[in-house]
């Protein structure tokens, strides 16, 4: 069973940097590689939506209001994906979600969620 955790969320001032980490557990780095790895977020009172994907070897497509300050990156040794997120604006305040999702073997799975927070 897969599990995804979480981490690296906090305050930060606007302007200011942070980088997410989703680790997976439960299966090998051979397994997690072919998984389409993605962040998500959601506001308060908000519908989630995609941050970032990032699919292997490493074909990415991100949210336009996130395009030239976010990076997914993905490390399959470490089985983990990564968020840096440069230039923060108060509007990017939510709670990020990490996914896994490898559509032929039906798996669809879920990180219990970080929160960030832009303010001064």
């Known amino acids: 069973q897969v599990h995804l955790v979480e981490s690296g969320g906090g305050l930060v001032q606007p302007g200011g940097s942070l980088r997410l980490s989703c680790a997976a557990s439960?299966?090998?780095?051979?397994?997690?590689?072919?998984?389409?790895m993605g962040w998500y977020r959601q506001a308060h009172g908000k519908e989630r939506e995609l941050v970032a994907v990032?699919?292997?070897?490493?074909?990415?497509n991100y949210a336009d209001s996130v395009k030239g300050r976010f990076t997914i990156s993905r490390d399959n040794v470490k089985n983990t994906v990564y968020l840096q997120m440069n230039g923060l604006k108060p509007e990017d305040t939510a709670v990020y979600y990490c996914?896994?999702?490898?559509?032929?073997?039906?798996?669809?799975?879920w990180g219990q969620g970080t929160q960030v927070t832009v303010s001064s």
């Open positions: 996914n896994g999702e490898r559509i032929i073997a039906g798996q669809n799975v």
């Open positions: 439960g299966i090998s780095g051979t397994i997690f590689s072919l998984y389409a």
């Open positions: 990032i699919r292997s070897p490493g074909v990415t």
